[in-house]
Structure formats: C-alpha cells, structure tokens
C-alpha cells in the first residue's frame, strides 16, 4: 500500500527506468552494508559492473583515506550523513563524489542503506588550482606573502620547537634590467 502510495499510482518499469537512468549513482546496501543494488551509473561513472561487485562492502570501493568517512556515515546517528569521498575506478583513477548515505535498516522494504552520489571530481579540480593560483606566485611558485605568513602562523601557532630563519632578497635596479633587454629575460 505504500508503495503504490509513494508511486501514485504510476507505472514501477517508468520508475525502474528512471532510477536506472539517473545521472546520480544511486546504491543499496544491506545491513551490513554490502551492494545490493546499483544504477547504471556505477558502470558509467565508477567503471564497475554489478555484476562483479555485487555481494562486497562499498567500502572496498571507497578510496582508503576515506573509508573511516564511509564507516562513520553508516554508524551515524543522523538518518542521513553527508560527505565527500574519493571512489577507485579499477583502473586505480579516483573520482571524487559527494555522497549522502540514508540509514533506512528500519523499513521494512529496504532493510538496508541507500548511497546516492554525484560527481564532483571537476570541481574539486577547479577548486584546488584555485586554490594553487591564490596562494603561489605565478612567476616562481613560491608561497604568496599571505600564504607564507599564514603558514608560518600555523607554525608558532603549533608550537613548532625548532628555529625558523627567513631570508629575504631585495634585487636593486632590478627595473632596468627588464626595461634593457625584456621582461622575458628578467624573468629567466
């Protein structure tokens, strides 16, 4: 009755479809956490046939950085948890998904959890070479000032026990240089 509640009366093969089809990867899991049931995105996206992971943990699936984040999720005390984490296609290339784990043991129809997940492996991306640009100098690659102060904050704010020397170098009449034969070779 729920279910024919929850479906409204529509066709279950159009839901069936639409699940099968769906961009987000979309599992579930028994008790005990292992696959039950996938969409077609866990071939399409993570490169893994049902087939041959149905029966594991999800977690073999997760990257092992972010297995304890996996675990956790599943032994929170929240109905559904959020996170992030790197999934290993079989060819060891990590994809990175923002994952919500739902903790549905206690329905009757599910007995188990769903893992949804999208991929944000490109924004990730995105992020860290923003990231990167901000915090480097574009010429040298050294540490921008704010970086290099932030990170020397963290330093002393850690306690570090050790001496920390800087040394700074000031090229006079560096301009002329550059205006007498470039900024390429200035550069160099």
């Known amino acids: 009755d729920r279910q024919s509640l929850e479906l409204g009366g529509g066709d279950i093969e159009q839901l069936r479809a639409l699940v099968h089809h769906a961009t987000a990867l979309l599992v579930t899991l ?3 956490g292992r696959i039950l049931t996938a969409n077609a995105e866990l071939s399409r996206l993570l490169h ?12 073999d699936l997760v990257h092992a950085k972010d297995r304890p984040l996996v675990r956790d999720a ?10 992030e ?42 992020q860290q070479a923003l990231r990167h640009m901000a915090d480097h ?32 170098c000031d090229l006079d009449g560096f301009k002329a240089v550059n205006d007498r034969i470039g900024h390429a070779a200035g550069d160099q």
């Open 74 to 83: 599943m032994l929170g005390s929240e109905r559904t948890e959020h996170l």
């Open 48 to 59: 893994h046939d049902l087939s041959l992971v149905a029966g594991q943990p999800f977690e």
């Open 30 to 32: 028994d008790a005990d």
């Open 137 to 168: 100098d574009g010429l040298t690659g050294l540490l921008s000032r704010r970086a290099l102060l932030a990170k020397l904050d963290h330093f002393v704010d850690d306690g570090y026990q050790h001496e920390i020397v800087l040394l700074f």
């Open 85 to 126: 984490a790197n999934i290993e296609r079989p060819d060891g290339e990590l994809v990175t998904l923002a994952l919500s784990v739902t903790d549905l043991r206690s329905d009757p129809l599910v007995q188990g959890f769903v893992v949804s997940g999208t991929d944000i492996t490109d924004l990730k991306t995105t």
